[in-house]
């Protein structure tokens, strides 16, 4: 959908529920990545978890009529309380920091061809 922000949590590694959840998921890469803000993976993590979350009724469903399915794997899929609880912090609404685009990127780069063909034909 467009215009449609990603989700994302409104509570950070602080909570403890989305911290159990990114030790479940990601610890092993959480670890090797450190402390170091620059090398930290934790925000794109955060990311993904808050991704996984919103979107777990679907993996869920999928996982049921697909056993065997990768997404069975998925470790927070298992812990249903826990999941319960973090699509409480879970959120795509847009905020005064957050906000989407007013183009889709097809249209933008279409625009931008036109622009750039109009000034090439202008410069001959």
């Given at each position: 959908?467009?215009?449609?922000?990603?989700?994302?949590?409104?509570?950070?590694?602080?909570?403890?529920?989305?911290?159990?959840?990114?030790?479940?998921?990601?610890g092993?890469?959480?670890?090797?990545?450190?402390?170091?803000?620059?090398?930290?993976?934790?925000?794109?993590?955060?990311?993904?978890?808050?991704?996984?979350?919103?979107?777990?009724?679907?993996?869920?469903?999928?996982t049921?009529?697909?056993?065997?399915?990768?997404?069975?794997?998925?470790?927070?899929?298992?812990?249903?309380?826990?999941?319960?609880?973090?699509?409480?912090?879970?959120?795509?609404?847009?905020?005064?920091?957050?906000?989407?685009?007013?183009?889709?990127?097809?249209?933008?780069?279409?625009?931008?061809?036109?622009?750039?063909?109009?000034?090439?034909?202008?410069?001959?």
């Amino acid at each position: 959908e467009f215009a449609t922000l990603p989700p994302r949590f409104i509570a950070g590694m602080d909570n403890p529920d989305v911290k159990e959840a990114m030790l479940m998921c990601y610890g092993s890469m959480i670890a090797e990545s450190g402390d170091d803000s620059e090398q930290s993976s934790v925000g794109v993590l955060l990311m993904l978890l808050a991704s996984v979350t919103y979107h777990s009724e679907w993996l869920l469903r999928t996982t049921a009529t697909n056993p065997g399915h990768p997404f069975s794997s998925i470790p927070l899929l298992l812990h249903r309380d826990l999941l319960t609880r973090l699509n409480l912090l879970v959120m795509i609404d847009e905020t005064a920091v957050v906000r989407p685009t007013a183009i889709p990127l097809r249209f933008a780069c279409w625009r931008l061809d036109g622009v750039c063909g109009y000034l090439d034909k202008r410069a001959t």
